[in-house]
């Protein structure tokens, strides 16, 4: 029951679709002016309807060498993935162990441990941009994949995250596991691993677009085209001293950078939305 | 908490990843920091001189500091209003529509994915002063738009970018909020004669405040540093530095104009500020937990 | 098939709380002790030292004269059935009963054997493919059940295994246990802290408080001998009652007049005197043996009546278990004469029972005493 007023429903959901609309308009234009040439582009106002590349402006992206670039986008989208893979996936496998040995283990030192893990939740990288920079440069990551991800999976959200849920075990499954013979990789194997799953996914989402969507640390340990994320890229495409913006390709570059991580989060939307709010737990 | 006991080295295998990243990418640098806040480098970084608090009072002393902070705040305050009220007006339509609620979730939730940098060319698109669609609106309203020359405009792109963006997120909180509030009580206020704009304000809103407080600290810790990459793409802290955030500042001022101790000290004095966020945070925390 | 042999088991956390000062028992083969207690007496701290789940401070635990102290659980050749079962959520119940199996290197097509052998044994047949949580409680239960069953193991743990069903299902399951390990033959050991349930599947009784053990024995003999005052509390229901008596040229005195003629060979002047409700009976005239009482409250259990009544200068209410059904109301008075043969004396400052200087049933080394 809910004193239904059929005006306001109707007025509702008018407000909602031109919400809607709106919020994709950035993006449908950004889908019309890439499928343009740059010429017919400059005549008038940017397009609301398609215009006759159809989808050429995407496959030279992918397949030439951009302006400005000296690499295709292709390169770029591989890199993003390295680096957004690499980051969820070593964030999760650190954090996993990290949490099973504070959550099932004593040891000497243990709250100590725990302080200084979670501590970084505290400083994000941009506080520590410089000094980050200066030992990933003393240690040879520049410009290299490692250098991308390391220090980016120095920051405890996943642990703590997988702490929280751990510690919602009940421990007389870790004793009827100690009973049946499992040590503490079995355990691990065989019980905390299959019960973690929807806590991986979920983790897996958001760190995946963390990792996808990193702008200042990439920006600053690449030099070279070859490890440059598709992300900081666009920068590069807009800073035209002499010549027009290319839109057409800009939009291109964008559209595709925001293709995998928009069907990432639209495919395990359930696991997202558990994730974000657990978070908040 | 039931754990293995007679294990001595299997913990400190499990932790021995997370404890060296987190030591040689986050403690020594953090470290790094501060000790370097404390120096002079020569500009051609053959030594440093100990200069105690200098840099500090040198950055606390300048005008250009405290504009930056003063378009940190406000820029800020733009995205975090901007980004919740939009949130909230959406999503307590979508949870009185019943129907459809779950699709205008899936439909609205995506630009959360977009890249902040992302966001800020998409906008900038819209936006650019010759053939951007939005711009020429705009003129045709008589509002001459050029964000490459007009500071304030430089801003509103940004803050439009990230509230964008960031709507997303806000809604997903607000709609989980709102599905929360037990139905009885707004049927009990409906009986006692309260309309709908007055069940909002008197129920509602009230019971939403932990999810709102939340969100507010949310919100600014986004505005403050991840929307790097939309300042940086879109406007580099131009035009003269009206969109130049206490984060850029700290990025150009060690990246561009290699002030290294300027910029560690600037970095020091953000991070007094994340840490006073990170405080409100676990008061706020605290409380929840009383409820 | 194993015996089990406590040695002075201590317990003692790093906070320096002592949980078990110096256990001393022996268990033989095919036994099932039930080891009972209030809660925080130390039962399932002594239940999980056995398991190997918390390490032992201090004395010798012993399986088949193999000490173990230092073995891992799975080592000891135990298996244990925990309180909320403690199933693996994501395994089905096949795989939940042949974990530890899989994890000795049982061959697979033994294993499948094995586990439905054991299946068969206790009605899981038709369940191997479910989930735990397409269980009912009771077939919950009985996962845990099989799960212990299927390994084989030398001594069986139950930790409080029946208090998370309801009180039919419970009974049910009681005998069951009973059955199936006489059948296996297994030595088993049972925690819980319903006294009937303790009294009707134990071989021995182990009754503990405050770290230590109280006594241990037969049920029947615990019931007729208890050697403390706690365990005479302890053990039966309803509880036993306790009065203030005093010694008088060989009887014994109460307050309110009445003398009762013992046998006992008492030289203490004041004793407590416990006597059990169904060892009370009506009287139709007081004399100097009766206790005249005051009705307060009436219990009719359809069998016996509880009659819970006041006698002058008693702080606590007694209880009488009348036979069948009896015509009191209350406000009414009541005669009710103790049977003099079975009464129990204890100290008054140590609690201990005065007749009898066989405290425990079982041999026990001085130390558990002296702890």
Known sequence: MRYRRP?????????????????????????????????????????????????????????????????????LLLNSTVMALGIACGKIIIAILAAYAIVFFRFPLRRLCFWLIFITLMLPVEVRIMPTYKIAADLNLLNSYAGLILPLIASATATFLFRQFYLTVPPELLEAARVDGAGPWRFLKDILLPLSKTNIAALFVIMFLYGWNQYLWPLLITTESDYMTIVVSLKRLLSSADNLVPWQAVMATALLAMLPPVAVIVLMQRYFVKGLVDAEK | MATFQRHRLTPWILLAPQLAIVAVFFFWPAAQAVLQAFYVEDP????????????????????????????????????????????????????????????????????????????????????????????????????????????????ALVVMASVWKQMSYNFVFFLAGLQAIPRSLLEAAAIDGAGPWRRFWTITFPLLSPTSFFLLVMNSVYAFFETFGTIDATTAGGPGGATRTLVYKVFEDGFVGYDLGSSAAQSV?????????????????????QY | MATLSLDALRKTYPNGFTALHGIDLAIDDGELIVVVGPSGCGKSTLLRMLAGLESISDGELAIDGRRVNDLEPAERD??????????????????????????????????????????????????????????????????????????????????????????????QMRIEIRRLQKRLGVTAVYVTHDQVEAMTLADRLVVMNGGHIEQVGTPMHLYERPASRFVAGFIGSPAMNFLDARRADGDLALPCGTRIATSHEVHNDAVCLGIRPEHLSRVSEADDTTLTTRVELVEPLGADTLAHVRLDGQEEPLVARLDGVQPVAEGDTLYLRPDASRLHLFDLDTGRRLDDKDIHSCPSSPSSRLA
């Open chain 2, 269 to 289: 004095l953000l991070m007094l500020l994340v840490g006073l966020l990170t405080l409100l945070q676990f008061r706020y925390l605290e409380r929840k937990v």
């Open chain 2, 44 to 155: 051609f970084g053959l030594g440093r001189t100990f200069v105690a608090f200098e840099n500090f009072t040198r950055v606390l002393a300048s005008a250009e500091y405290y504009r930056a902070l003063g378009i940190t705040v406000a820029f800020s305050i733009g995205v975090a209003l901007g980004a919740m009220a939009l949130a909230l007006l959406l999503a307590v339509l979508a949870d009185r529509v019943i129907k459809g609620a779950h699709a205008y979730k899936t439909l609205l939730i995506w630009p959360y994915a977009v890249a902040p940098a992302v966001a800020g060319v998409l906008w900038m698109f819209m936006l650019a002063p010759e053939l951007g669609l939005v711009s020429a609106w705009l003129g045709a309203l008589g509002i001459d738009w050029n964000h490459q020359l007009n500071g304030g405009q430089a801003m």
């Open chain 1, 7 to 75: 005006g306001l429903d109707i007025a509702s959901h008018a407000v909602l679709i031109l919400a809607l609309l709106a919020f994709c308009l950035p993006v449908w234009l950004a889908f019309t002016a890439a499928t343009h040439d740059q010429a017919s582009l400059y005549t008038s106002t940017a397009p609301l309807w398609f215009g006759d590349q159809g989808l050429g402006n995407f496959r030279s992206v992918l397949s030439e060498p951009v302006a400005r670039l000296g690499t295709d986008v292709t390169r």
């Open chain 3, 78 to 171: 135990i298996a244990m059935v925990f309180q909320n079962y403690a199933l693996y959520p994501h395994m089905s119940v096949a795989d939940n009963m042949g974990y530890a199996l899989k994890n000795r290197g049982v061959p697979k097509a033994e294993r499948r054997r094995k586990v439905e052998e054991t299946a068969r044994l206790i009605g899981l047949e038709d369940l191997l493919d479910r989930r735990p949580r397409q269980l009912s409680g009771g077939q919950r239960q009985r996962v845990a059940m099989g799960r212990a069953i299927v390994r084989e193991p030398k001594v069986f743990l139950f930790d409080e295994p029946l208090s998370n069903l309801d009180a039919k299902l419970r009974v």
